[in-house]
């Protein structure tokens, strides 16, 4: 009797209390896969996405795709464009609504998370040169605009953006 008290209790552990350790340590790791960038004043925020989940998404919604290349740990232009037109209201608003935001960074530091697996493929099919640039292309991969830092702010660089994109809203 006593034995089988024992492995009813053993059972019960593998049946309902593992599947809910699996599940806590899966919604771990897939917070941890997100990588969120806001606006100066939290108004706003985007998900950086990889450059496979944006292309399908891409596909599904019609939204374009920014490539953002940069060298994040050293590139002082980078820095410049990411505190004055990224961190932007406008911008981060801009994106939330209107882009898929992929960040190609080619850092000093390689030890760094999420960096694009393909990164160097995109950065020479995209000629990119120089650092920082933005690529915009469509679910298919044709480029629709570029862009580096342009002095003026968020609010100028969106307004400039949606022409470039034909975006009216």
């Known amino acids: 009797m006593k034995y ?3 492995m009813n209790i053993v059972r019960m552990f593998w049946v309902l209390v593992l ?9 771990a790791i897939s917070a941890e896969s ?22 399908h998404q891409s596909q599904l919604d019609g939204k374009p795709i920014c490539l953002y290349f ?10 410049k464009m990411e505190e004055e037109i990224l961190s932007s209201s406008a911008f981060v608003n801009f994106a939330t609504k209107h ?20 990164r160097y493929e995109l950065k020479k099919s995209y000629d990119v040169l120089g650092f ?32 470039d994109l034909g975006i009216h809203s």
């Open 34 to 55: 997100k990588h969120y960038f806001c606006s100066k004043d939290n108004q706003y925020c985007f998900n950086w996405e990889s450059y496979k989940d944006a292309k």
């Open 4 to 6: 089988l008290l024992r």
């Open 99 to 118: 882009l898929h935001m992929v960040k190609i960074d080619f850092p000093k530091s390689p030890n760094q998370k999420h960096l694009e697996p393909n």
């Open 19 to 27: 599947p809910c350790v699996f599940l806590q340590s899966s919604q």
């Open 132 to 163: 920082p640039t933005m690529v915009f292309i469509n679910a298919d991969g044709e480029e629709l605009a570029r862009s580096g830092f342009e002095y003026g702010g968020g609010e100028a660089f969106v307004k400039k953006l949606k022409a």
């Open 70 to 79: 940069t060298g994040s740990d050293w590139c002082v232009w980078c820095e």
